[in-house]
């Protein structure tokens, strides 16, 4: 064998096995305080157009299945990682292809047992360092995305979704503008955010009277007073929660596809 050949399958073996197991590092850093998106589950493709996501605060893991709310206790020792079986999850239906993927990361998540970061990456292993789940850390940053309104505080208590036949969007730029529609009116504004705090200035909106659907002009004023109580942003996946200093909910966005 040549040593050009024979240089070339070393290389191969080690590629292939850095994309299959988690070699001994440093102790990686701790959990808590941290949120990941799935970016990949080994010998399987995501289905499209769904999150999975995992966020680790005060010793509890929580998140999204890609259908189901889940959470679970954890805990973690140096490099390794236990996450507990008592814990809880919504029970809606979904699609086959969405109920496998489901079961496919919990079952991933229960079979973890050891943990690695690398830059914004994190990689769950089980037992014998095969690499079952790997994550992206999830985007923090509201400059330079789009977002459809999927609910509004309504100003009595009730977050409440869009009139049929209305579309409240937000775009917020890299030069500290937002823009979007209120649901008959383009506005736009100014904005600051300092990691999950968030401020946006009042907005500015064309003056046209829409008639109809009926009601949508006092939806656009619940919205704009909505938007003016905004202190902070947790994301989630493709999903953001803008709440007010009290912690009440102000408006929940999904990202624009």
Not at 218 to 231: I, R, S
Request: charged content about 20%; hydrophobic content about 40%; glycine content about 12%.
């Amino acid at each position: 064998m040549s040593r050009s050949l024979a240089a070339a399958l070393s290389a191969f073996v080690m590629l292939l096995a850095g994309c299959t197991t988690m070699s001994s590092s440093a102790e990686p850093p701790a959990l808590d305080g941290t949120a990941w998106v799935l970016s990949s589950l080994p010998g399987r493709g995501l289905v499209p157009g769904t999150s999975v996501t995992a966020q680790f605060e005060s010793g509890r893991i929580a998140g999204s299945d890609g259908c189901n709310r889940y959470f679970a206790p954890y805990t973690r020792s140096g490099g390794t990682l236990q996450v507990g079986e008592r814990g809880g999850m919504t029970m809606m239906a979904c699609p086959p292809e969405i109920a496998k993927q489901a079961e496919a990361f919990m079952g991933a998540l229960r079979a973890a047992k050891r943990y690695r970061v690398a830059g914004n990456r994190l990689e769950l292993a089980g037992a014998d360092g095969a690499v079952l789940a790997t994550f992206a850390a999830q985007s923090n940053s509201l400059a330079g995305t789009s977002w459809i309104v999927t609910g509004h505080n309504n100003g009595r208590q009730a977050v409440v979704s869009s009139l049929k036949g209305t579309e409240l969007t937000l775009q917020f730029g890299t030069d500290g503008r937002y823009a979007g529609s209120a649901g008959c009116n383009r506005i736009n504004g100014s904005f600051t955010q300092q990691g999950e705090r968030v401020t946006l200035g009042p907005a500015a909106a064309t003056r046209r009277m829409c008639p109809e659907p009926k009601g949508v002009m006092e939806q656009e004023a619940e919205f704009l007073k909505a938007l003016q109580t905004v202190t902070t942003a947790r994301f989630e996946g493709d999903r953001v929660e803008l709440r007010t200093a009290d912690g009440a909910m102000a408006a929940t966005l999904a990202r624009a596809k």
